[in-house]
């Protein structure tokens, strides 16, 4: 999405379900992101977002930026941030112990 005041930087809307609707959770900043995935690793969720675009448009500098649900809080909480170059996509996968 590109807003003519901000570019490819924005606030993304992270909805959560409330009593039969979608309300608005939180809002957070992403850059020009394509995709957000869930994923769940020993009961714990984590939300992905895959950022495409920087500021400019291009695809260099932009750093994806994966999510932990913390259930003290009841929200959203950076993990980890990925170096990533015009994402668009994440994939989980299960490795067998």
């Known amino acids: ?52 675009l920087n500021n400019t448009g291009g695809t260099d500098g932009i750093e994806s930026v994966v999510y932990r649900w913390d259930n003290k809080t009841g929200d959203l909480v950076e993990h980890r941030r990925v170096n990533t170059s015009g994402a668009f996509d994440w994939e989980h996968f299960e490795i067998d112990n």
């Open 1 to 52: 999405v590109y807003n003519n005041s901000h570019g490819y930087e924005i606030e993304s809307v992270v909805y959560r379900w409330d009593d039969g609707d979608l309300v608005v959770h939180r809002r957070v900043n992403t850059s020009g992101a394509k995709e957000w995935k869930h994923f769940e690793i020993n009961n714990v969720h984590y939300f992905a977002v895959a950022n495409n």
